[in-house]
Antibody
Framework: EVQLVQSGAEVKKPGESLKISCKGS????????IGWVRQMPGKGLEWMGI????????RYSPSFQGQVTFSVDKSITTAYLQWSSLKASDTAMYYC?????????WGQGTLVTVSS | EIVLTQSPGTLSLSPGERATLSCRAS???????LAWYQQKPGQAPRLLIY???SRATGIPDRFSGSGSGTDFTLTISRLEPEDFAVYYC?????????FGQGTKAEIK
């Protein structure tokens, strides 16, 4: 069974750094792109970009380029989304999803709250 | 970037009625690479349709997708109580991938 399991909710202060995770199982982790999607409170879905675990080839949406960093650790079949300096506007639910096109498999989401 | 505009913003219907949701693209989507998702409160999105008209595995046949180029439609032939949710279209024919802003189907 394909599963994407994300790390738990985070509460951070502005300016802090954060790295959230998405662990894939039940499939060949290095053979499928992993994407990240943001959903701000009460709002719609925003495609942030994708990473290919085999070689860490990364494609960011222009809206998120320079704001976040994607990475993977193949040895533990885990993808990461990280921020170096959080802002209040980063408060959102973040989903990982398998695939560079449409996504059948999604993580359960990680809620990130940034507040002073 | 391809901008997707969904209409209406909210659809108020009764169970058993037919729902027609629209997704219009700012430019033609290559190969009709358009998907539809359903999202319920507190849940991750669920893929319904890909390639504009192909149902994902396990999706009831009351859900159908149609359209090409810049105009696409998701039709729910007879609304069941569990179908009241938010629906998003997403294009994957261009980069970056983009989503529409969503249509909420609510019980009238």
């Amino acid at each position: 069974e394909v599963q994407l399991v994300q790390s738990g909710a985070e509460v951070k202060k502005p300016g802090e750094s954060l790295k959230i995770s998405c662990k894939g199982s039940g499939y060949s982790f290095t053979s499928h792109w992993i994407g990240w999607v943001r959903q701000m409170p009460g709002k719609g879905l925003e495609w942030m970009g994708i990473i290919y675990p085999s070689d860490s080839d990364t494609r960011y949406s222009p809206s998120f380029q320079g704001q976040v960093t994607f990475s993977v650790d193949k040895s533990i079949t885990t993808a990461y989304l990280q921020w170096s300096s959080l802002k209040a506007s980063d408060t959102a639910m973040y989903y990982c999803a398998r695939g560079a096109t449409y996504s059948i498999y999604w993580g359960q989401g990680t809620l990130v709250t940034v507040s002073s | 970037e391809i901008v997707l505009t969904q209409s209406p913003g909210t659809l108020s219907l009764s169970p058993g009625e037919r729902a027609t949701l629209s997704c219009r693209a700012s430019q033609s989507i290559s190969n009709n690479y358009l998907a539809w998702y359903q999202q319920k409160p507190g849940q991750a999105p669920r893929l319904l349709i890909y390639g504009a008209s192909s149902r994902a595995t396990g999706i009831p046949d009351r859900f159908s997708g149609s359209g090409s180029g810049t105009d696409f439609t998701l039709t729910i032939s007879r609304l069941e109580p569990e179908d009241f949710a938010v629906y998003y279209c997403q294009q994957y024919g261009g980069s970056p991938r983009t989503f529409g802003q969503g249509t909420k189907a609510e019980i009238k």
